[in-house]
Structure formats: structure tokens, C-alpha cells
């Protein structure tokens, strides 16, 4: 009995060590894809887990570092209250909460709110950046590490609509975007003590696309976005060491597969990041492919967006040449998220929409009704996937076999 309970007790420690955490907006590397297997396809109200009550407001994704969710929100009548919360991945428990006061601009659209950017995580810490541009590291136990509150050292970097930029962790360099059309800046500041190691200028213009991380470039470097077009940068010291200025869109954000860069630019541009020229490579441009809000996403071997008008498009990875399509309901503000062949898709209404993408034409299996408005992109962890409105946090999957 004992060689048994320490060989089950084995095996579950080596599955909590293989499970892949999500540890940013559309998990690692910011392709929106897990590695999970077993996710639930065709979804019942059964397959909710749990579900457990949010304070104030929030568009941000929830991230996940073992058995700890992380999640953000903004209370108040200027949502002037900015809160981290922190609920038990297991049971939906909330295990604490921290609230600071806004010490920058709360003032955003009515569609969107302070608690817009997704948090990000080292494994250690986790960063959370607000609209008003304050940025709040804490462990995982709630600690605060440091504060700034990013108007006192630039006090025009806001827009009136609000931010939604969400950080990402480099090479333990945090890289956030703050771009507006006044004092528009991209920062790499140190995890240990929140001071700059760089500030950099960007073009002038509201801009909501997130950084990506580009871990296998000649040196550590991150993807930035803007109207103007990408910019790849090292992330140690702000350089700039290649670019693409033919423009790119400000809402939706890129996507990389190995050392292809899907840049929503006309279109869709395929660019090749894996050299050290001044100029990032165009590989091909397809028209036939044009994202809205949500960002791309590649898997089965093939690139897929979504249009203003609900309708997914499948386009191969050779050229952005159209393969299918498929109508979904939209309107739709959050980015997919999948494994496998596998995509889960929320409309603003909260219609769940889960699509089997290797079918020919593309097969929608099944749709769940949350009853709320979901913005917040999904995020997929540990065998399941969470989402968020305003009011509520959900935790989807497959109920325990009794």
C-alpha cells in the first residue's frame, strides 16, 4: 500500500508539474494556444465547475500560476479603486484581495473600464498595469513589492477612450506599452524594484495592441505594434533592430508561429523576425483575411481572424490564401483561445462557441449561454478554461467522474 499511495503521489506530482500555466494575455508567447489536452468541446451547463462573484469592473483576462488565479478590477464611481484578487483555481474561493487608490486618469469609454490590461507573471510575482496607468507588483501571497504610478514621471501618457495594453515578461524585463496621442512611450522596467532600464519613444496615437515576447531572437527582444507599423526591439536595452513601417492596426493585436510574425497590416502581413536586418522581410500579404477586434490565431497549420461581421475565415499558412469560412455570432471584442483543433470563441453577449477547425468548412460543436456580457478574453490552464465578465468568473470543464 505505501509503494502505491508513493506511485500515485508520484504520478501527480509529475502531472502538476507538466500542466502549463497561463501566465499573460493570450498565454505563452501571446499566441493564444495551450498545450492542454482533455478540454471539453461539446459544452453543457454541466461543464461549468464553478463560478464565483467579481467586485467593480474588468475587461482583463484572468492569468494562472498553479493553483492560483489572478485577476483584476476597478470599483468605485470613478473606478477609482484599482483591486487585485487572487481565488483558489480548485474551488473558486477567493483567497485575498489588495485595493489601491488610482493615482493617474480614470477617465475611459463607457464599453471598456480602468481594468482593462490583462495582469502577467514571472512565477514569482505578479504585475498589474490599470488605465490610469498605475502599475502594482505583488508576490503571490499578496505582498506589495512596488508601486508607481506612471503620470507623477509622465503626465500626459493617457488617452480619453482608456488604455488596454497588457505587459508582458521578458528575460525577466517587464515590457508594458503606454501610447497615446500626447507622451506616447514603451518602458522595460526591472521585476526586482519597478525602475526603468529603458523608456522609448513611439509613434503618437491611440494604441491598444499588446507586446509580444520573441524569446528565440538573436537576443532577447519584444514585438511592438503601433499605426505605424512593428518595431522589434532588444529587450535589455530599448534598441530598435528591425522594423516593418507599412502600417499595422491598433485594436487587434499580431501573432507569431516559430519566426513568423501574422501582423494585422492590410490585410494580413506574414513577416519573417528571425534575421538581424534593419528591415523585417515581408513573406506574403493577403487582403482575403481581415481581423476586427480580435487578434489572429494559428493552429492546425493554418492562420484564423475573425471579421466585423461574425464570420471566421480559415486562410493556409503559405500565402493567406482563403480556405473557408464559417458564420459565427457575433459581435465579438475578446481574441479566441484554443488547443488542438479546438477554438473556444465569446461574443459580447456571452455565447460560448466552441469550433472544431481540422472539419472541412469548419464545424461548430457546441455553445454555452453565460447569461452575461463577456469582453475579457478566455484563458485556458490546468484542463480548463476561464473566463470573466464584470460580475462573474467562470471555470469550464469536464465534471469529475463519479
Same mark, same amino acid.
Given at each position: 500500500?505505501?509503494?502505491?499511495?508513493?506511485?500515485?503521489?508520484?504520478?501527480?506530482?509529475?502531472?502538476?508539474?507538466?500542466?502549463?500555466?497561463?501566465?499573460?494575455?493570450?498565454?505563452?508567447?501571446?499566441?493564444?494556444?495551450?498545450?492542454?489536452?482533455?478540454?471539453?468541446?461539446?459544452?453543457?451547463?454541466?461543464?461549468?465547475?464553478?463560478?464565483?462573484?467579481?467586485?467593480?469592473?474588468?475587461?482583463?483576462?484572468?492569468?494562472?500560476?498553479?493553483?492560483?488565479?489572478?485577476?483584476?478590477?476597478?470599483?468605485?464611481?470613478?473606478?477609482?479603486?484599482?483591486?487585485?484578487?487572487?481565488?483558489?483555481?480548485?474551488?473558486?474561493?477567493?483567497?485575498?484581495?489588495?485595493?489601491?487608490?488610482?493615482?493617474?486618469?480614470?477617465?475611459?469609454?463607457?464599453?471598456?473600464?480602468?481594468?482593462?490590461?490583462?495582469?502577467?507573471?514571472?512565477?514569482?510575482?505578479?504585475?498589474?498595469?490599470?488605465?490610469?496607468?498605475?502599475?502594482?507588483?505583488?508576490?503571490?501571497?499578496?505582498?506589495?513589492?512596488?508601486?508607481?504610478? $506612471?503620470? *507623477?514621471?509622465?503626465?500626459?501618457?493617457?488617452? #480619453?477612450?482608456?488604455? =488596454? @495594453?497588457?505587459? /508582458?515578461?521578458?528575460?525577466? +524585463?517587464?515590457?508594458?506599452?503606454?501610447?497615446?496621442?500626447?507622451?506616447?512611450?514603451?518602458?522595460?522596467?526591472?521585476?526586482?524594484?519597478?525602475?526603468?532600464?529603458?523608456?522609448?519613444?513611439?509613434?503618437?496615437?491611440?494604441?491598444?495592441?499588446?507586446?509580444?515576447?520573441?524569446?528565440?531572437?538573436?537576443?532577447?527582444?519584444?514585438?511592438?505594434?503601433?499605426?505605424?507599423?512593428?518595431?522589434?526591439?532588444?529587450?535589455?536595452?530599448?534598441?530598435?533592430?528591425?522594423?516593418?513601417?507599412?502600417?499595422?492596426?491598433?485594436?487587434?493585436?499580431?501573432?507569431?508561429?516559430?519566426?513568423?510574425?501574422?501582423?494585422?497590416?492590410?490585410?494580413?502581413?506574414?513577416?519573417?523576425?528571425?534575421?538581424?536586418?534593419?528591415? $523585417?522581410? *515581408?513573406?506574403?500579404?493577403?487582403?482575403?483575411? #481581415?481581423?476586427?477586434? =480580435? @487578434?489572429?490565431? /494559428?493552429?492546425?497549420?493554418? +492562420?484564423?481572424?475573425?471579421?466585423?461581421?461574425?464570420?471566421?475565415?480559415?486562410?493556409?499558412?503559405?500565402?493567406?490564401?482563403?480556405?473557408?469560412?464559417?458564420?459565427?455570432?457575433?459581435?465579438?471584442?475578446?481574441?479566441?483561445?484554443?488547443?488542438?483543433?479546438?477554438?473556444?470563441?465569446?461574443?459580447?453577449?456571452?455565447?460560448?462557441?466552441?469550433?472544431?477547425?481540422?472539419?472541412?468548412?469548419?464545424?461548430?460543436?457546441?455553445?454555452?449561454?453565460?447569461?452575461?456580457?463577456?469582453?475579457?478574453?478566455?484563458?485556458?490552464?490546468?484542463?480548463?478554461?476561464?473566463?470573466?465578465?464584470?460580475?462573474?468568473?467562470?471555470?469550464?470543464?469536464?465534471?469529475?467522474?463519479?
Amino acid at each position: 500500500m505505501k509503494m502505491w499511495t508513493t506511485l500515485v503521489a508520484t504520478l501527480l506530482s509529475a502531472l502538476a508539474t507538466s500542466a502549463e500555466d497561463w501566465r499573460q494575455f493570450r498565454g505563452p508567447s501571446s499566441t493564444g494556444i495551450s498545450i492542454e489536452t482533455g478540454l471539453p468541446a461539446r459544452l453543457s451547463q454541466n461543464h461549468i465547475l464553478w463560478q464565483s462573484s467579481l467586485p467593480g469592473r474588468g475587461l482583463s483576462s484572468p492569468i494562472v500560476v498553479g493553483n492560483n488565479i489572478f485577476i483584476s478590477a476597478a470599483d468605485g464611481g470613478d473606478q477609482e479603486r484599482l483591486m487585485v484578487l487572487c481565488i483558489h483555481a480548485q474551488s473558486g474561493v477567493q483567497k485575498w484581495k489588495r485595493t489601491f487608490w488610482a493615482t493617474g486618469r480614470t477617465m475611459c469609454h463607457e464599453k471598456t473600464c480602468v481594468a482593462a490590461p490583462t495582469p502577467v507573471s514571472d512565477g514569482n510575482h505578479v504585475v498589474t498595469l490599470y488605465s490610469s496607468n498605475d502599475l502594482i507588483c505583488l508576490d503571490l501571497e499578496g505582498n506589495l513589492k512596488w508601486l508607481r504610478g $506612471l503620470t *507623477v514621471d509622465y503626465p500626459n501618457v493617457s488617452n #480619453s477612450l482608456g488604455m =488596454a @495594453s497588457s505587459p /508582458v515578461v521578458v528575460d525577466g +524585463v517587464l515590457v508594458i506599452q503606454v501610447e497615446n496621442d500626447s507622451q506616447s512611450l514603451a518602458l522595460g522596467i526591472r521585476m526586482e524594484d519597478g525602475r526603468n532600464l529603458w523608456s522609448l519613444d513611439r509613434p503618437k496615437g491611440a494604441n491598444w495592441t499588446s507586446p509580444i515576447p520573441l524569446e528565440q531572437a538573436p537576443v532577447p527582444s519584444v514585438i511592438l505594434q503601433s499605426s505605424k507599423g512593428i518595431h522589434l526591439v532588444d529587450v535589455h536595452t530599448g534598441s530598435v533592430i528591425s522594423t516593418y513601417t507599412d502600417g499595422a492596426s491598433t485594436i487587434p493585436s499580431s501573432v507569431l508561429f516559430g519566426s513568423t510574425l501574422l501582423a494585422p497590416s492590410h490585410g494580413v502581413t506574414a513577416l519573417d523576425v528571425s534575421g538581424q536586418g534593419s528591415q $523585417l522581410p *515581408v513573406l506574403w500579404r493577403s487582403r482575403a483575411l #481581415s481581423p476586427a477586434t =480580435a @487578434s489572429p490565431m /494559428v493552429m492546425d497549420n493554418a +492562420v484564423f481572424v475573425v471579421n466585423n461581421a461574425g464570420v471566421l475565415t480559415r486562410g493556409n499558412l503559405d500565402g493567406g490564401g482563403r480556405e473557408w469560412q464559417l458564420r459565427l455570432k457575433g459581435p465579438f471584442s475578446a481574441s479566441a483561445v484554443g488547443a488542438g483543433t479546438i477554438q473556444y470563441w465569446v461574443n459580447e453577449k456571452g455565447l460560448l462557441q466552441v469550433v472544431n477547425v481540422a472539419v472541412e468548412q469548419g464545424h461548430l460543436v457546441s455553445v454555452l449561454d453565460l447569461g452575461q456580457p463577456v469582453l475579457a478574453t478566455p484563458s485556458l490552464a490546468h484542463g480548463a478554461l476561464y473566463l470573466r465578465s464584470d460580475e462573474t468568473l467562470w471555470k469550464i470543464g469536464s465534471p469529475p467522474v463519479l
